[in-house]
């Protein structure tokens, strides 16, 4: 997957261009404020049309402008392709070689991404939340039937605990749950064994990338951490098992909380550092390299299930990481094409081979 060509017009803070990046490492240089993070921003919205900043599409249109608009020349599924996304109000039109289409959700399927940011450095800094949010977005990117079971399980759960909070006002209700608790099981065992398999195959990959970017000095686990005693490599029959145990046994504190205390949408990723979790223990460019790790081992396991590599998009990545692991990121990321951002000339001066854009006050160079 290479991005051969990006146009953009009226789009945020950014002056209408054309840039033309290379295949390798593509360093955007400049201060802070001057729409570095804009130009990734445009990158990744042809991933499904969604930022990863705002969630307003009427946000990336330009002050006193009626439009923006996208579009992106790049190499993937071995042929040349383009798409383009127009920003008008609140809505968004998108098209794909020429022919549009209902839903920005048509470009998931030709181009691929994978973005870090300084806000998923709350995989680690936050709670369990955040880590169940990135490996369900992973593995629902991966299996569209994944998102069809985090949706149906999310419903049911819902709709259990809303059940849960009318039995503590009346109890007659409680032989009801039963209608519940099947449908919620079998969706929850299927959603469990998803989310182990994935963590699995991440750890490998990040373990590598993280050896790589500490120079071998540091091992970096990940393991999957389950409310109901399921171990990663329990079969289907004996997670639904535990699994319907442990909602059985804990009916009565279920209905006295109002909701329900065990199953997978109370599970956690556990992330350790040289035996030690890295929420707790780990320094700040430690716990960066971490969240780096986990980035590209998601950008490794895509590669494998799409058959080519997706591009790479690291925001402020540089910062709080020493030369040794910042040369890592900027020289031996191979056989991918990679964009950068960065605010030091020192930064810009460790590149050995690429291109770079400077950017002043939205201007591209």
């Given at each position: 997957?290479?991005?051969?060509?990006?146009?953009?017009?009226?789009?945020?803070?950014?002056?209408?261009?054309?840039?033309?990046?290379?295949?390798?490492?593509?360093?955007?240089?400049?201060?802070?404020?001057?729409?570095?993070?804009?130009?990734?921003?445009?990158?990744?919205?042809?991933?499904?049309?969604?930022?990863?900043?705002?969630?307003?599409?009427?946000?990336?249109?330009?002050?006193?402008?009626?439009?923006?608009?996208?579009?992106?020349?790049?190499?993937?599924?071995?042929?040349?392709?383009?798409?383009?996304?127009?920003?008008?109000?609140?809505?968004?039109?998108?098209?794909?070689?020429?022919?549009?289409?209902?839903?920005?959700?048509?470009?998931?399927?030709?181009?691929?991404?994978?973005?870090?940011?300084?806000?998923?450095?709350?995989?680690?800094?936050?709670?369990?939340?955040?880590?169940?949010?990135?490996?369900?977005?992973?593995?629902?990117?991966?299996?569209?039937?994944?998102?069809?079971?985090?949706?149906?399980?999310?419903?049911?759960?819902?709709?259990?605990?809303?059940?849960?909070?009318?039995?503590?006002?009346?109890?007659?209700?409680?032989?009801?749950?039963?209608?519940?608790?099947?449908?919620?099981?079998?969706?929850?065992?299927?959603?469990?064994?998803?989310?182990?398999?994935?963590?699995?195959?991440?750890?490998?990959?990040?373990?590598?990338?993280?050896?790589?970017?500490?120079?071998?000095?540091?091992?970096?686990?990940?393991?999957?951490?389950?409310?109901?005693?399921?171990?990663?490599?329990?079969?289907?029959?004996?997670?639904?098992?535990?699994?319907?145990?442990?909602?059985?046994?804990?009916?009565?504190?279920?209905?006295?909380?109002?909701?329900t205390n065990f199953g997978p949408h109370r599970d956690d990723i556990e992330i350790v550092i040289n035996g030690k979790n890295a929420k707790s223990f780990a320094s700040q460019g430690q716990q960066r390299s971490a969240v780096l790790s986990l980035k590209l081992a998601e950008a490794s396991v895509l590669k494998e299930k799409m058959g080519e590599e997706p591009v790479i998009l690291l925001d402020d990545v540089l910062s709080e990481l020493d030369s040794k692991r910042q040369n890592f990121l900027i020289n031996?990321?191979?056989?991918?094409?990679?964009?950068?951002?960065?605010?030091?000339?020192?930064?810009?001066?460790?590149?050995?081979?690429?291109?770079?854009?400077?950017?002043?006050?939205?201007?591209?160079?």
């Amino acid at each position: 997957m290479k991005v051969i060509a990006l146009k953009f017009e009226n789009y945020r803070n950014l002056k209408d261009n054309i840039i033309t990046p290379c295949d390798g490492v593509n360093m955007i240089y400049g201060d802070n404020a001057q729409g570095k993070t804009n130009l990734l921003e445009a990158l990744w919205l042809f991933c499904g049309g969604h930022s990863f900043r705002s969630s307003k599409d009427n946000e990336v249109i330009q002050w006193n402008k009626e439009f923006a608009k996208l579009e992106m020349r790049f190499l993937g599924q071995e042929r040349e392709q383009t798409a383009k996304i127009l920003f008008k109000g609140n809505k968004k039109q998108v098209q794909i070689n020429g022919v549009k289409k209902e839903s920005a959700a048509a470009l998931i399927e030709r181009y691929c991404a994978v973005v870090f940011s300084p806000e998923h450095l709350n995989l680690i800094k936050r709670g369990p939340l955040e880590r169940r949010k990135f490996i369900d977005s992973a593995i629902c990117r991966e299996k569209l039937k994944n998102a069809v079971i985090l949706s149906k399980y999310n419903k049911i759960l819902n709709q259990r605990n809303s059940l849960l909070k009318d039995i503590y006002r009346r109890p007659s209700l409680e032989d009801t749950l039963e209608i519940w608790d099947e449908p919620l099981i079998k969706n929850g065992v299927l959603l469990i064994k998803s989310r182990i398999e994935y963590v699995n195959f991440l750890s490998n990959r990040a373990s590598f990338y993280h050896n790589g970017i500490s120079k071998g000095s540091e091992e970096l686990k990940i393991s999957y951490i389950s409310s109901c005693g399921i171990n990663e490599n329990d079969s289907e029959e004996e997670i639904f098992y535990k699994l319907k145990n442990k909602i059985k046994n804990n009916r009565k504190e279920d209905i006295k909380t109002g909701f329900t205390n065990f199953g997978p949408h109370r599970d956690d990723i556990e992330i350790v550092i040289n035996g030690k979790n890295a929420k707790s223990f780990a320094s700040q460019g430690q716990q960066r390299s971490a969240v780096l790790s986990l980035k590209l081992a998601e950008a490794s396991v895509l590669k494998e299930k799409m058959g080519e590599e997706p591009v790479i998009l690291l925001d402020d990545v540089l910062s709080e990481l020493d030369s040794k692991r910042q040369n890592f990121l900027i020289n031996e990321l191979n056989d991918c094409q990679v964009f950068i951002t960065c605010c030091e000339k020192s930064n810009r001066e460790q590149l050995k081979e690429g291109k770079v854009f400077y950017l002043s006050n939205g201007e591209v160079i």
